[in-house]
């Protein structure tokens, strides 16, 4: 990590993908909490954090940016042209703003805030327990310093990967981003059905999760194709071939690339939506 303790930051927006990044980059001690400022519009939250986590948090959006090196902005897609108006004019040519906000893309950043420096980044839910991963890509007049700020804030969630296509960000959105639902709408599946076995639900649960989380580690450090590891485990007549024969049948392969592409093209339209948006001025409120 090559961000510096005197790293200044200032965050936008500090609700709950926010405070994650807060706590790891206190805790990766890549930056003093009293170098570190985060708005809200509710005083009871800023005052949460600031004896959470020992950062300065403030009211005015724009009084987080003083001296701030790194800007995240970490608000609603449907806020975003309305604080990036109450920002524009009054960022520095040499900070750089992370934005981790769904469908923002590059051209929407840069035109609204009217700022050049510019990532967009799509971390995951795992975030919140620094293992998420982050998928982001800075703009052309990103510099290098530019690019090692947002990397060590992006590395306080977790992985991170650096994409020069700005489309891969869209797409783990739909992949890594959305990828938290997915397995949780597995795990409930698996829960229920352990149930109907006749486990009890929190047997079932603690079961579950167990499962998934030691076969997710079992993939990653066998570092075998998921294919292979499936193999392996699927005898001739045996029990997990019956299994995957009925998920086969069920199209599982199919439904979940459907989801993802479904995924995917929503992210699409809420940047054209943003787009949209910003081109008009930010005057009008689009659907989402």
């Known amino acids: 990590m090559t961000a510096r303790r005197t790293m200044r930051v200032g965050i936008i927006g500090a609700g709950v993908m926010a405070e994650a990044m807060i706590a790891g980059l206190v805790a990766n001690r890549a930056v003093e909490p009293g170098l570190l400022a985060a708005s809200h519009p509710r005083r009871e939250r800023r005052d949460t954090l600031a004896e959470r986590h020992g950062i300065r948090s403030v009211a005015a959006n724009r009084d987080a940016l003083a001296e ?22 009054h960022l520095d040519p040499g900070q750089v703003v992370v934005s981790i906000v769904a469908g923002a893309t590059l ?15 799509m971390p995951n839910t795992p975030s919140q327990i620094r293992r998420g991963m982050t998928v982001w890509s800075p ?14 804030a992006l590395r306080s969630l977790g ?21 938290p639902t997915y397995l949780f709408a597995v795990m ?8 109907h076995l006749g486990f009890p639900r929190e047997l079932a649960h603690d079961l579950v999760v167990a499962t998934l989380v030691g076969s997710a580690d079992y993939a990653q450090q066998s570092e075998l ?6 193999n392996a485990v699927t005898s001739p007549g045996g029990t997990s071939a019956a299994a995957i024969y009925e998920l086969e049948k069920g199209r599982i392969r199919t439904v979940f690339s459907d989801a993802v592409w479904a995924a995917y093209r929503r992210t699409a339209e809420l940047g054209d939506l943003l787009e949209a948006e910003v081109a008009a001025g930010g005057d009008s409120e689009p659907t989402r």
């Not at 950043?109 to 420096?117: N, T, V, Y």
């Not at 409930?188 to 149930?195: N, S, T, Y």
Request: proline share 3%; aromatic share 2%.
């Open 68 to 89: 701030a090196e790194l800007v995240v902005l970490a608000v609603k897609p449907q806020m975003l042209v309305r604080v990036m108006r109450d920002l524009r004019g």
């Open 107 to 121: 051209r929407t950043l840069i035109d609204g805030l009217q700022h050049q420096a510019v990532v967009r980044a």
């Open 139 to 152: 703009s052309p007049a990103c510099t290098a310093h530019h690019r090692d700020l947002a990397r060590a």
């Open 159 to 179: 992985d991170e990967r650096e994409v020069a296509d700005e489309t891969f960000v869209a797409m783990a959105t739909a992949l890594s981003g959305t990828g």
């Open 188 to 195: 409930e599946a698996l829960i229920d059905a352990g149930v």
């Open 225 to 230: 194709h998921p294919a292979q590891l499936k």
